[in-house]
């Protein structure tokens, strides 16, 4: 047998190197490059070995490894998971720091491999630094708190156990019905340890994404539902992009006249503006889907994980006439709500049902419902885009939480802008090409509603996880995947604050992302949550201690995010009216180099509910009376929700 001798870790790179798949008959490397950020966990194992040949790896250097994981996330994503990144930590902090964006990635399906330092397999120098030291187990490091969140983790503690070790995880980064975070643990010493590696490990390798076709018994399953509906909707999920189904949903909806609405993930497989897509579903939906959710006596739902956003939890559709048909790949979530299950991918299931039903001869039993919507819809996103501050006369889409405090932020921001309105000019001004990139706060719920989504994966929203600081990082990952579009990250002031240290990757690896800031100084769509449960305004204002008082109601908190980006080299503008926004987009278009548009936006002008429920944790008991009464309606709505 013929061998090489490698480190652990050269091994590791000739062997990711070497990866590639296929998909509808194209051949694709696998790994693009990786993330790195060294310290003394991997720095002359994993970095030696990327210094010596890192073959056609990419190497980046990271600011954050959460920021750097969730870049890599962003681009596997933006892939549809046909490529990936890798990021190397260090032990320890570093390696703590990933687990985060381990959990975005297995929240949301998609794969990232994770290579963190581990303390010494020999123990000969514990308690090394960084290293946690448990009593009663000594196997134990840091990255034991990758298990929970991984799909496949493991260690490695002899430089042979590399060999399955790798062949699992790509079992598991190749897999499209279970996919998400894989992490191997890289022991320190083990990392420059040699082996004489079998030659054959390091022969290119083609893993092939199969279509998984739907069984016969389960399209008659779903022909035999469908015919006994009349009013059936579409919930389109992110599965339907990974398999690259828009084309074929949106057929599918054509030649059997039936409404569509999108999760978060699933926006932009289908045309906005498409008479059949009627847009974001569920808690953030908007009044047209989630009318005809209400009234439907059949929900559809491909690839689609039926999350608490999406069902309303459980409550939208939840009339007793009111069955579910699933198209998901994996069985996982095609058995949720006792749905009648199409176990396969979403386009070649598409295709099979479609066939069958129009040899069937079925339509829809819609008639002017699903323009009526639309049309009442579209009404009030007119109205959304064009509500307006006025000072002494308002009336904030959130209304009767902070009324009387909207002047001071008018004052202390040096805006009347509203949220809406923003959202109204962005959604005319970026270009139908651009990517929007989100995951948390306010804007998520803004954009599902309002956003038009025309060309294919331009929308990228991280909502299985709505990881605050997604936002910069996951840009800078989709700008990698998609280098001829502009990208542009939609943060609030919150998450900005959390998490934009990718900012300075983008001007070092110049991949120029553009961040489009809503600064209305606070956790604001948490502030709505508990004042719209009865609370008050507490711990979500970005206040000032106040010495009187001696809590956080004093001052509001301003700050010129401009100014600080610009310092990164950053090409920066803010903007208090709509003719200082569309002035820095047109100037943000032309520049070359990353941006940053501070927009100072008003508190509580961001979209309200559109009929459906959230279930959130309610104080069952409390001397407010309003926390009383949301504690009861909660209760109303439970009996009318799914039990499960
Ligand atoms: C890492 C992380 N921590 C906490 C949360 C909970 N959380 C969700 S939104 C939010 C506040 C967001 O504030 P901001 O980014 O300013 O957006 P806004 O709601 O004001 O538009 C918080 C704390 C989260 N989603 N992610
Ligand atoms: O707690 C949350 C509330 C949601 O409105 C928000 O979008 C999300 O980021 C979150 O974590
Ligand atoms: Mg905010």
């Not at 983790?153 to 062949?167: K, N």
């Not at 301003?558 to 503008?573: C, N, P």
Request: charged fraction near 20%.
């Amino acid at each position: 047998m013929e061998t090489i001798r490698l480190t652990t870790a050269q091994a590791l790179v000739k062997f990711l190197d070497q990866q590639y798949i296929e998909f509808d008959g194209e051949e694709q490397r696998f790994v693009k490059g990786i993330f790195t950020i060294f310290g003394h966990g991997n720095v002359l194992g994993l970095g030696q070995a990327l210094e010596e040949d890192c073959g056609g790896l990419e190497v980046y250097q990271g600011r954050n490894e959460q920021g750097m994981a969730h870049a890599a996330v962003a681009f596997a994503k933006q892939m549809r998971r046909r490529q990936i990144c890798a990021c190397t930590s260090s032990v320890g902090p570093g390696a703590a720091n990933m687990v985060t964006a381990a959990a975005t990635a297995t929240a949301n399906q998609i794969p990232v491999l994770l290579l963190p330092g581990d303390t010494f397999a020999s123990r000969q120098p514990d308690p090394v630094l960084q290293q946690i030291e448990q009593p009663h187990d000594l196997t134990v490091s840091t990255n034991d708190a990758f298990r929970p969140v991984s799909k496949y983790w493991d260690r490695i503690m002899r430089p042979e156990q590399l060999m399955t070790a790798l062949l699992h995880a790509m079992r598991v980064l190749t897999n499209p019905a279970d996919t998400g975070a894989v992490t191997i643990a890289l022991p320190q010493d083990v990392q420059g340890e040699a082996y004489d590696y079998p030659a054959s490990f390091f022969a290119k390798r083609m893993h092939r994404i199969d279509r998984r076709p739907a069984s016969e018994a389960a399209l008659e399953d779903a022909v035999r539902l469908m015919m006994s509906k009349r009013k059936p909707l579409i919930i389109c999920g992110g599965g339907v992009r990974y398999s690259e189904a828009g084309a074929e949903l949106q057929a599918f909806a054509e030649a059997l006249h039936i409404p569509l609405a999108e999760t978060q993930a699933g926006k932009s497989a289908v045309p906005g503006s498409h008479p059949l897509n009627l847009g974001g579903v569920g808690v953030t939906g908007n009044g047209a889907a989630n009318a005809i959710a209400k009234e439907a006596d059949l929900i559809i739902g491909v690839g689609t994980r039926f999350t608490d956003f999406t069902t309303g939890s459980k409550e939208l559709f939840s009339g007793p006439g009111t069955d579910i048909l699933t198209v998901n790949v994996s069985e996982f979530h095609a058995l949720k709500l006792e749905a009648t299950p199409v176990v396969a991918d979403a386009k070649a299931a598409l295709i099979a049902l479609r066939q069958r039903l129009e040899a069937a001869g079925y339509r829809s039993g819609y008639t002017t419902e699903i323009e009526a919507a639309r049309a009442a819809w579209s009404e009030e996103w007119k109205r959304l885009a064009g509500i307006q501050y006025a000072a002494g006369a308002f009336t904030p889409e959130v209304s009767g939480h902070l009324d009387e405090a909207l002047p001071e932020y008018a004052e202390a921001l040096g805006s009347c802008l509203t949220q809406t309105r923003v959202l109204a000019a962005l959604n005319r001004l970026l270009g139908d090409d651009a990517v929007v990139v989100g995951a948390s706060g306010s804007l998520p719920g803004d954009l599902q509603r309002m956003w038009v989504a025309e060309a294919p994966h331009s929308y990228h929203m991280e909502y299985g996880y709505s990881c605050m600081g997604y936002e910069i990082s996951g840009a800078l990952g989709v700008k990698m995947a998609e280098p001829d579009r502009e990208v542009y990250a939609f943060a609030g002031d919150g998450s900005y604050l959390m998490l934009h240290s990718e900012l300075v990757t983008s001007i070092q690896e110049g991949q120029k992302i553009n961040v489009l800031l809503f600064d209305n100084n606070g956790f604001g769509c948490i502030n709505n949550l508990q004042m719209g449960h009865g609370m008050g305004s507490f711990g979500t204002e970005f206040r000032a201690r106040n010495t009187s008082t001696g809590k956080l109601d004093g001052p509001l908190v301003g700050i010129d995010f401009a100014r600080s980006a610009a310092g990164y080299g950053v090409i920066t503008y803010t903007a208090r009216t709509l003719e200082e926004l569309e002035q820095a987009v047109a100037d943000a278009k032309r520049q070359t180099v990353s941006t940053l548009i501070d927009i100072k936006v008003l508190p509580k002008t961001m979209t309200n509910g559109y009929g459906a429920w959230w279930n959130v944790g309610v104080a069952e008991v409390s001397g407010k009376p309003d926390i009383a009464r949301a504690s009861e309606e909660r209760r109303r709505f439970l009996q009318q929700a799914r039990p499960y």
